[in-house]
């Protein structure tokens, strides 16, 4: 007798309160013990509802209007509270801070057991054990916001895995961690569903990782379910990728390049080993040293540290001897692990921290003397979370907030409001609430309330973080044009991929320093040391630098032309 | 990141007493400061208790918060008492009349010719000391103590179970509350917005809007939070179990025991002896 399913959607339909669209559309979805589901598809598409629903979560707590019928382990989520679908059901969020609730690594994951009433004994067994399992023991008695971001969520995860559920629902569980937490998470819930039989439910962007590691995956397109099947399905159905706006992994692309290059036949493979085998098939190819773009040491620097040295009140050393010259017109890409001190250096430049040693200028002014509001003409700072930048009734009042110190004539006002207004594509929201419009939009908003002073130089602070990939291109694209009129763009991302159509040169931080400090190109073939500083090139270049250690392809595009008789640059 | 939090910044032979022992030391330190009116003696139990305060790893800009924030309070206590605290200070004394430390100008209107005593000047430390003692303690004892066990503690003195949890979930919710305050405003300055320059009218008006974002973020996070809670089988129902049960080890028993000790010889002391009284100090 085959073992029941340990989740099944019905005809599941679901509306949040005063909806009229739905959120979930006529779902049917089954689930064995061991399994690993992804959910992919565009933001709004309905993952994390569907996380919520397998929980009871929605909408025993949202409320609204349910369709259908889910279960988990047999119990209807409808029906049954949610603090005894509990026993049954992990949920780890996107967030790795905010799912935090106690004060201690230990009592994070008890926390759980206690309330389902677990005996101390057996909760201290399984506590150890989920520490155990996600590798967190010997940080017991940590607090939780001592530990890392990657730390945090592998903490998470124990939380949910203590619990013993027989499924766990993780929704976009790496979205705000670098390359190398991120693959920890991944390899952890390849092994718990291996060794322990618990199915998974992974929500995620990571398209590399859930090809490793998720056995079907769903397509979500508007709440319902657009596609079913194994990743090689999924992410080989181009149609189907450009529909629902779908990134396939980097040796997907790669390879399906090459197939409409005509230089293979087989079918794109999904997993990069299994990419790298693929390329014996292939003629070795040439060498593919685009050349470098010359660096403009021309232009006049506007951002410069010099031995910029700063610690936390902590004691935290998070910036360690940090020499930096951005010039004039260039666009640079910002990268390292969680905690490299980017954003800390990010922030000296706008005078929010004052180094402990070190100097730091900006337009060749020491900024010691400038104030934040002063220097706020010169750099535009667009953070990670739009909606911290957002505080009035509508996206012209928004827009027009950041010219009210410079105390300028109506008509000008207006005129300045217009021009940023049309740059960024929000014309027709003027009226509408900041608040209102979809992330992404947000994210344009706050742009455009930047760009309205007009400052030379942008800084946006992972802009990409929690948008699907035509989310993020969008705001990329913004960048590209702003960098064309001449602006000077810095851009910190754990993005790699999306990168190369962008930036001209990268810097690369780790523990507080400058690892490298090169071009985009160069960087991205020194795989080594982005792996020390735990980011993971795009497999493109992976698969580039094994055809040839001279073929320096980043894109899928570039790897094609550079089978193209006499290598060279792409067309 | 740094990120905020009240808690203490390490752990220390008081913070591992049980809650209950912590509440024992609170309330033999609040009844030696509310006992005591030696000035001596207050500002040595303030000192005592700024220095369990640090050496138990309460955060020193919390303590400097605290102390910006009580100023101009403690200023205005000073100033009450060495100028209008007359007969109470003479009765405390035993004097015919109090020492003047200076007399306002003659030509001031209102206050010209108003005398400053020593007497008042003394009162008036003596009870910031006491104000500022209470006020140390609260942190000493809540902030070295780790919520679960805070809990755990007041589930033990009969507090039911959600209230308590919702007691140092706000303790915790404050300083992230503050720092989406911190980040809104900052924002607004990252966008030219100069505070200072504003007049009163347009800076509040302005700042009233931080509440939108401000609101809007502890919402999401409070519906987080509620998400995180009830996924982990949080329902406030009987039943619930403890990893770390409190028991009374031997450090906090004894503590509980010296406490009352010294609650018993403060009131004795005070009593037969009058130790506390107020004094001037070098006075007679």
């Known amino acids: 007798m085959p073992e029941a399913p340990v989740a099944r959607l019905e005809n599941v339909s679901y509306y949040y309160p005063g909806a009229e669209r739905p959120a979930l559309l006529n779902l049917n979805l089954e689930l064995a013990a061991g399994e690993v589901l992804g959910l992919v598809g565009a933001t709004g598409a309905g993952k994390t509802t569907l996380c919520l629903a397998l929980n009871g979560i929605v909408p025993q707590l949202y409320g609204g209007r349910f369709f259908g019928r889910a279960a988990v382990a047999g119990l209807d989520t409808v029906d049954h509270p949610i603090h005894e679908l509990a026993r049954h059901v992990g949920v780890v969020l996107q967030d790795p801070e905010s799912q935090l609730v106690t004060a201690s690594v230990e009592n994070e994951v008890a926390f759980a057991l206690e309330n389902l009433g677990v005996a101390p004994d057996e909760i201290r067994r399984r506590v150890d054990e989920a520490l155990a399992a996600v590798e967190l023991d010997g940080l017991a008695r940590k607090h939780p916001h001592e530990l890392s971001g990657g730390q945090q969520q592998r903490l998470a995860l124990a939380a949910a895995l203590a619990q013993r559920p027989r499924l766990v629902v993780l929704d976009e569980p790496t979205a705000q961690l670098d390359p190398r937490a991120s693959a920890e998470v991944f390899r952890l819930v390849r092994a718990l569903s291996r060794e322990r039989g618990t199915a998974f439910v992974v929500a995620s962007h990571a398209a590399e990782e859930l090809a490793q590691t998720a056995g079907r995956i769903a397509v ?21 990728l450009r529909r629902e706006r779908i990134r396939p992994p980097g040796v997907t692309a790669a390879f399906a390049a090459l197939r409409a290059a005509g230089l293979t036949t087989r079918p794109p493979p999904v997993q990069l080993e299994e990419g790298l085998a693929a390329l014996r098939e292939l003629p070795p190819g040439r060498p593919f040293a685009v050349p470098e773009a010359p660096r403009d040491a021309g232009a006049p620097p506007v951002l410069v540290a010099r031995d910029l ?49 070190g100097r730091v200028e900006v337009e060749g002014r020491d900024v010691a003397s400038r104030r934040v509001t ?29 010219l009210l110190p410079l105390r300028l004539p109506a008509a000008e ?24 419009l979809p992330k992404g939009d947000r994210a344009r908003v706050v742009v455009a309330a930047v760009l309205v002073m007009d400052p030379a130089v942008l800084i946006f602070d992972e802009p990409t973080i929690g948008q699907d990939e035509a989310g993020a291109r969008s705001i990329l694209e913004v960048t590209r044009q702003l960098h064309r009129e001449g602006r000077t763009v810095v851009v910190v991302t754990h993005h790699l991929h999306l990168m190369p159509d962008y930036a001209q040169r990268v810097v690369i931080m780790a523990q507080g320093r400058v690892l490298a400090d090169t071009s985009l190109r160069a960087a991205y073939h020194a795989v080594d040391l982005l792996r020390t500083a735990h980011l993971e090139p795009p497999q493109a270049a992976l698969l580039a630098r094994a055809l040839h250690p001279d073929n320096w392809a980043l894109t899928p595009e570039e790897l094609t032309a550079s089978f193209a008789a006499g290598g060279g640059p792409p067309p | 990141m ?8 390490r752990a220390s032979a008081f913070s591992r007493l049980d809650f209950r022992a912590k509440l024992a030391v609170f309330a033999a330190a609040s009844v030696a400061a509310v006992l005591w009116n030696d000035p001596r003696l207050s500002l040595g139990l303030m000192l005592a208790t700024l220095g369990a305060c640090l050496g138990a790893g309460i955060s020193r800009g919390y303590l400097w918060l605290m102390g910006r924030l009580m100023a101009p309070f403690f200023l205005l206590l000073l100033l009450t008492h060495g100028f209008f605290n007359v007969q109470y200070v003479l009765r405390l004394t035993g004097h015919a009349h109090l020492t003047p430390l200076f007399t306002l100008p003659a030509r001031l209107p209102l206050v010209g010719g108003m005398i400053f005593s020593a007497e008042g000047f003394y009162y008036g430390l003596n009870v910031i000391a006491k104000s500022m003692t209470l006020l140390l303690l609260v942190p000493l004892c809540v902030f070295t103590t780790d919520p679960n066990n805070l809990v755990v503690g007041l589930v033990r003195m009969r ?15 404050f300083p992230l509350l503050f720092d989406e305050v911190a980040s809104v405003i900052e924002a607004q300055r990252l966008r030219g917005f100069a505070a200072e320059e504003l007049g009163p009218v347009a800076r509040v008006r302005t700042y009233a809007k931080v509440a ?31 990893l770390h049960d409190s028991r009374l080890g031997a450090a906090s028993a004894a503590t509980i025991a010296l406490c009352a000790l010294a609650v018993a010889v403060v009131v004795v002391l005070r009593i037969r002896l009058h130790l506390g009284a107020f004094v001037v100090p070098g006075g007679t």
């Open chain 1, 220 to 240: 979500l397109s508007r709440g319902g379910l657009a596609a079913l099947g194994s990743p090689e399905e999924i992410f080989r159905d181009e149609a189907l």
């Open chain 1, 309 to 357: 040295r700063f610690a936390y009140p902590d004691g935290t050393r998070a910036l360690d001897g940090v020499d930096l010259v951005v010039r004039r017109g260039e666009y640079v890409a910002l990268l390292g692990q969680n905690g490299s001190g980017k954003s800390t250096l990010l922030r000296h430049f706008l005078h929010l921290l004052e180094p402990s040693s």
């Open chain 1, 374 to 402: 002063d220097l706020a003409r010169s750099i535009g700072y667009v953070s990670q979370n739009p909606d911290r930048q957002i505080f009035n009734p509508t996206v012209e009042a928004e827009v027009a907030f950041s």
């Open chain 1, 413 to 436: 006002r207006a005129a300045r409001v217009d021009r940023a207004l049309g740059a960024l594509g929000l014309l027709a929201f003027r009226g509408a609430h900041p608040l209102s």
């Open chain 2, 2 to 9: 740094n990120r905020p939090s009240l808690q203490a910044t």
């Open chain 2, 159 to 173: 507090v039911p179970y959600p209230f308590a949890f919702a007691f140092t979930s706000t303790l915790r919710f």
């Open chain 2, 212 to 242: 939108v974002p401000v609101i809007l973020g502890a919402l999401f996070k409070a519906q987080q939070v509620e998400v995180v809670l009830q996924s982990r089988g949080f329902s406030g129902r009987r039943g619930r179990t403890y």
